[in-house]
């Protein structure tokens, strides 16, 4: 039989995550090869200059360390816009101010409620650094806003507005808000209403301020300009739900992406987004039948660090 031939990884050949990723993809072991694949399609779609890059992902890895490597792509501004939901602004503005917290999956929540403590998976999110932070910090943020006119706003320049706000912060940099106003990356949130940020933001609006307007359309036309303008497009993806249908969807009207690569835990066979593979995009007209992608089944908190890590010893 003729083809490409399984090969053991060796560890005395790996000096590097790089070294790491490239055997993978020689390695033929199911989600290993998949990973050392992907790795490559994700530094060809960062090397490509004619490429404008999209990054989506939910909010829940933002309560997580791997807030650090999502963090790192936009402070390298690898990707020209984000999309994500709402509580990516709640994770993240929260752990500028307070800590989260180690937990377990198997803890009593009854107990966790009455202690006033929330739990994400394995991490805990104590009142106090979660609803108590940001009701304080968004009203301000809002009224500030108000007081200097501002009456008709979009969600990513709200959002800027919010990074240049904790410019003065000691975490800053810690912050994939703040990297997005710095490197004037827009911040796409299709459902803002849709945790804390934006319940804070709909208590001030119903406080006196109803000529306050949270402007959705000027966020479509961003994400149109960035489409059309593009001579490629590239995702990289991260869980399903509304960031990654509005990061596909909006690539339909110009043909598909050129490049997607897709981590996902969840199955194919109840026909949810979320398990969609990606080839079934195609399909649609979302991602083009000759582009580079593929789709890694697993938890992005293992997979990212080790295909960043990789990307960024490839572009050294």
Known sequence: ME?????????????????L??????????????????????????KDDKCKRILSFP?????????????????????DMVITTTGTLDHDIARIYRDYYHGSFEMDDKKLHSEGINREGNVLIPNESYSEILEEKVTKIAKDLYKNGVRDISPHELIWAFGKAIEEEEKKEESITYWCYKN???MILPGPLDGSWGWQLYYFWQDGHKDFNLNLMKDQEVISDLI????????????????????????QFRGGLDYAVYITTAPEWDGSLSGARIR????WGKVKEDADFITIEGDATAI?????????EGLK
């Open 280 to 283: 079934e995009a195609i399909s």
């Open 21 to 46: 990723t490239n055997q993978m993809a020689l390695s033929g072991g199911y989600v290993a090869k998949k990973l050392g694949d992907g790795s490559k399609i994700l530094e060809n779609m960062i």
């Open 228 to 251: 059309y303008s593009s001579d490629k497009t590239g995702a990289l993806m991260i869980g399903g739900g509304i960031s990654k249908h509005h990061t596909i969807w909006w690539n």
């Open 59 to 79: 909010a829940s890895l933002v309560a997580t360390g791997t807030r650090g490597i999502l963090k790192e792509l936009v402070k390298r501004k690898f990707f």
């Open 304 to 312: 990212l660090p080790l295909m960043v890590g990789s990307l960024l």
């Open 184 to 186: 004037n990356i827009p």
């Open 3 to 19: 083809g490409e031939i399984v090969k053991d990884i060796d560890l005395n050949k790996i000096e590097t995550l790089k070294d």
